[in-house]
Nanobody
Framework: QVQLVESGGGLVQPGGSLRLSCTAS????????MGWFRQAPGKQRTLVAA????GAPQYQEGRFTMSRDNAKNTVYLQMNNLKPDDTGVYFC???????????WGQGTQVTVSS
């Protein structure tokens, strides 16, 4: 059962920008915090951004910003000034506690390269 669907990944030049989208079911979107994890090649999966059900940031890095569209049950990850180290598979997740996410998307590939 797929309950989170990501889109927006692709190939981008260093210094460029990209916006990822994640659409959830209404039940998940209204009851769980939402976030993004990155799994780089040969690395462990790590949290890069998270936002609460009320819209407050729970975790953020300087170049990545999350937002939410409640009417569309969708969260976004705006990624600016991308670097090659940002390359990886980005997974949307829903959680009550970020140490143990409750739901995962299937992932979308982001490649930063010239």
């Amino acid at each position: 059962q797929v309950q989170l669907v990501e889109s927006g990944g692709g190939l981008v030049q260093p210094g460029g920008s990209l916006r990822l989208s994640c659409t959830a079911s209404a039940t998940i979107f209204t009851q769980y915090n939402m976030g993004w994890f990155r799994q780089a090649p040969g690395k462990q999966r790590t949290l890069v951004a998270a936002i609460s059900t009320g819209g407050a940031p729970q975790y953020q890095e300087g170049r990545f910003t999350m937002s939410r569209d409640n009417a569309k049950n969708t969260v976004y990850l705006q990624m600016n000034n991308l670097k090659p180290d940002d390359t990886g598979v980005y997974f949307c997740a829903a959680a009550q506690i970020w140490s143990r996410p409750d739901y995962w998307g299937q992932g979308t590939q982001v490649t930063v390269s010239s």
